[in-house]
T-cell receptor, first 113, second 116 residues
Framework: GNSVTQMEGPVTLSEEAFLTINCTYTATGYPSLFWYVQYPGEGLQLLLKATKADDKGSNKGFEATYRKETTSFHLEKGSVQVSDSAVYFCALSDRGSNYKLTFGKGTLLTVNP | GAGVSQSPSNKVTEKGKDVELRCDPISGHTALYWYRQSLGQGLEFLIYFQGNSAPDKSGLPSDRFSAERTGGSVSTLTIQRTQQEDSAVYLC??????????????FGPGTRLLVL
């Protein structure tokens, strides 16, 4: 079956620091990969996605590249802001599983001023 | 436009009672998914609807859980004889269709259920 493993948190950074949250996956088919973000007190929002190997998803300064050879989709941002403090979830979906999302356990990021 | 809405936003119930949770998907979205978010288990899939039919119920944790969707729109998740381990945030998501992995799922704000 499908599974997603992401870096355990919490992660605490100072403003303007570089961020990496690691995510690796196992899938039987050819999945699409996603990063969702949950800001305090809010619902899940799609941050970025990539649907095939070597695609790069990007949004709000965040990037992630779909690496089929390493089955990875690591999230990066060059300079984090206090407003980026949230829980980040890596997820995948594929046709064989009716496109339901399989999530990692989430990584809590806290950015201090 | 309007996003996915869920009601109630919070529900406190006593062990053994039945509860109904409602989801209004984005208009025109044919695919609807229910997930559960709990501290111990993270985010778990429960059930998937395409139109009014549910081709994938594999995530429902027991026969106390059921769901229906009417008119290809509103969905209700029912939990019978609630147990304390049912306490969680129940999330609903919808997408235009499930015909391609390119379809993004949009999530509602969730219903926070507490079983005393």
């Amino acid at each position: 079956g499908n599974s997603v493993t992401q870096m355990e948190g919490p992660v605490t950074l100072s403003e303007e620091a570089f961020l990496t949250i690691n995510c690796t996956y196992t899938a039987t088919g050819y999945p699409s990969l996603f990063w969702y973000v949950q800001y305090p007190g809010e619902g899940l929002q799609l941050l970025l996605k990539a649907t095939k190997a070597d695609d790069k998803g990007s949004n709000k300064g965040f990037e992630a590249t779909y690496r089929k050879e390493t089955t990875s989709f690591h999230l990066e941002k060059g300079s984090v802001q206090v407003s980026d403090s949230a829980v980040y979830f890596c997820a995948l979906s594929d046709r064989g599983s009716n496109y339901k999302l399989t999530f990692g356990k989430g990584t809590l990021l806290t950015v201090n001023p | 436009g309007a996003g996915v809405s869920q009601s109630p936003s919070n529900k406190v119930t006593e062990k053994g009672k039945d509860v109904e949770l409602r989801c209004d998907p984005i208009s025109g979205h044919t695919a609807l998914y229910w997930y559960r978010q709990s501290l111990g288990q993270g985010l778990e899939f429960l059930i998937y609807f395409q139109g009014n039919s549910a081709p994938d119920k594999s995530g429902l944790p027991s026969d106390r859980f059921s769901a229906e969707r009417t008119g290809g729109s509103v969905s209700t998740l029912t939990i019978q004889r609630t147990q304390q381990e049912d306490s969680a945030v129940y999330l609903c998501a919808s997408s235009l269709s499930a015909s391609g992995a390119k379809e993004t799922q949009y999530f509602g704000p969730g219903t926070r259920l507490l079983v005393l």
